[in-house]
């Protein structure tokens, strides 16, 4: 049998993943430049190879080493806003580096493929929640770059026959229960961990951008999916792939929070008063986003089992009280 490939498998939702995959049993290799990733991340028993995705030469060698029989592809700039200040920085990296990394499984006959995508494909959604059937139009730079890597997918399948599955994630959140791994990007610009670093005493307070948004509370609704429910939905759509038929789904609790609710329940979590700074509404920012996770629920057979922002939320904390300073610096 071959291992399965893990592109950005050394950053926060890959190497929850790798966790899951290794829990079952799965031989897993890590592909990551540590631009953004932690070497500390990385389970133990996973094959790590360190390298960038941009080096078509370095992928080669890769895959001269090793046989796949998958391909998970995290490996991705993740930051919405950068990637409208740095537009071409983001159509390069982000385009190429799926480019090629699809190229090589086409090249290698690698037949399964998972995609990390996202909920920013949906701008101004006619209809929240929102389904698959949504049109695509995204948010920001970064959301075309997925939006194009899913159309590469699309044609790769027609030419080659390559299966994919496009898991859009809406907020992953949340951290391994044992404590061991969780989030740490560097800048954060994720709404759980900025509040939770105001509870670590890092932060004086919060700023929320806008309490002007058509919702309960004038604050936006977003919904928090665990980054374990999402390890869940990756091994359900690699092994569901072997039916030969490629799929996209939309991956979230299907439930939203919004902003004052996150804070509301880190108070109650932590104890900590958690100050309120109140902007203005950053460009770009929808006033919800829901996910109608109908399809992956009845076609996988997929359930989250953290359904309550607290359990999400009550993750997190463990791995921010035990690593207040993530994985530290050099990991
Ligand atoms: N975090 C979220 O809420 C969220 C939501 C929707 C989609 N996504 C997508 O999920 C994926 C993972 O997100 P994350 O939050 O874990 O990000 P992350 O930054 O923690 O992880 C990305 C990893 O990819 C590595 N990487 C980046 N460029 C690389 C390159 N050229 N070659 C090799 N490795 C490279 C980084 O070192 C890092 O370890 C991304 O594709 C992101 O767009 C994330």
Known sequence: MGHILVTGGAGYIGSHVVYRLIER????????????GHRAAIHPNAIFVQGDLLDPAQIAALFAQYTFDGIMHFASRIQVGESMEKPFLYLRDNINTAQNIIEAACQHGVKRFILSSTANLFDKPNEVPIAENEPIIPGSVYGETKAHAERILYWMDRIYGLKYCA????????????????????????????????????????????????????????????????????????????????????????????????????????????????????????????ADNTRIMEELNWQPHYNELRS????????????????GEGS
């Open 167 to 290: 898991l859009r994630y809406f907020n992953a959140s949340g951290a391994h229960p044992d404590g061991l791994i969780g989030e740490d990007h560097h800048p954060e610009t994720h709404l759980i961990p900025l509040v939770l670093q105001v509870a670590l005493g890092q932060r004086e307070s919060i700023t929320v951008f806008g309490d002007d948004y058509p919702t309960a509370d004038g604050t936006p609704i977003r919904d928090y999916i665990h980054v374990m429910d999402l390890a869940d939905a990756h091994i359900l759509a690699l092994e569901a792939l072997k039916d030969g038929q490629s799929r996209v789904y939309n991956v979230g609790i299907g439930r939203g929070y919004t902003v004052q609710d996150v804070i509301q329940t880190v108070r109650e979590i932590t104890g900590h008063a958690i100050p309120v700074t109140m902007g203005t509404r950053r460009a770009g920012d929808a006033a919800e986003l829901v």
């Open 25 to 36: 049993g799965y031989s897993v290799v890590v592909f990551d430049n540590l631009s953004a």
């Open 312 to 327: 999400i939320i009550e993750t997190a904390w463990k791995w921010h009280q035990t690593h207040p300073n993530g994985y």
